[in-house]
Every structure is written in structure tokens, then in C-alpha cells.
């Protein structure tokens, strides 16, 4: 059974940090650039940052720039999404997705092969 799954959500106040994790079950991550998307109640779900396969490129959408930071550690199968300086405006379902190739497609949803459940961020006083 091949899967993602997403942790490390929950509910932080603004300006406060929260590290998400992805990690790859029944295939391995290395031949993977990985994704993290984000999707809002009412909203269509948004490219927020992506990482080549072997960690060396990465992509960011301008409204994280600065704040986020994503990396993977191949040796663990596993992505992460570093997230600083959270604003109301962070607040969505998170999910990381995997996109078979070495660079990354950029956020085109359906380019992506294998999607996680999602974690919930909730940034608020």
C-alpha cells in the first residue's frame, strides 16, 4: 500500500511556529520531488512550497517567503515544512504530495502522483 502521511498540525497563536512532517509508506521518497499544498475553507487549494528529489532546489510561495522553510532527510523518508511567523491567514489543511521526477513541476495539483490525508493548522488568538 503506497501512502503519505502528514503530522505535526495543530492550533498556535500569531507570530508562533509549528514543524510539519511528511512521510512516505510502501515507496521511497528519493526519487520523489515532494510538495506541501494548503487549502482553506471556501478556497482553492494553493501551491505553498516544493523540494527536488535530492533536496538541493526549492520553491516558495511569495506569501511564506522568509517564514517557511521546507527539507527532507532521504535516510528517513521523510519532508518536512519548517513554519515561522504564522499569520491568521496560514490557517488551512496542509497536505504534502509527491510528484514522480528529480525537479520539481511546480504547483500544478494534478502533476502530483500520491497525496497525504492532510493536517489541520489553525493560527489563532
Known amino acids: 500500500q503506497l501512502q503519505l502521511v502528514e503530522s505535526g498540525g495543530g492550533l498556535v497563536q500569531p507570530g508562533g511556529s509549528l514543524r510539519l512532517s511528511c512521510a512516505a509508506f510502501?515507496?521511497?521518497?528519493?526519487?520523489?520531488?515532494v510538495g506541501w499544498f494548503r487549502q482553506a475553507p471556501g478556497k482553492e487549494r494553493e501551491g505553498v512550497s516544493c523540494?527536488?528529489?535530492?533536496?538541493?532546489?526549492?520553491d516558495y510561495v511569495d506569501s511564506v517567503k522568509g517564514r517557511f522553510t521546507i527539507s527532507r532527510d532521504n535516510a528517513k523518508n521523510l519532508v518536512y515544512l519548517q513554519m515561522n511567523s504564522l499569520k491568521p491567514e496560514d490557517t488551512a489543511v496542509y497536505y504534502c504530495?509527491?510528484?514522480?521526477?528529480?525537479?520539481?513541476?511546480?504547483?500544478?495539483?494534478?502533476?502530483?502522483?500520491?497525496w497525504g490525508q492532510g493536517t489541520q493548522v489553525t493560527v489563532s488568538s
Open positions: 504530495a509527491a510528484d514522480f521526477g528529480h525537479y520539481c513541476s511546480g504547483f500544478v495539483v494534478y502533476e502530483y502522483d500520491y
Open positions: 510502501g515507496f521511497t521518497l528519493d526519487s520523489y520531488a
Open positions: 523540494i527536488s528529489s535530492s533536496g538541493s532546489n526549492t
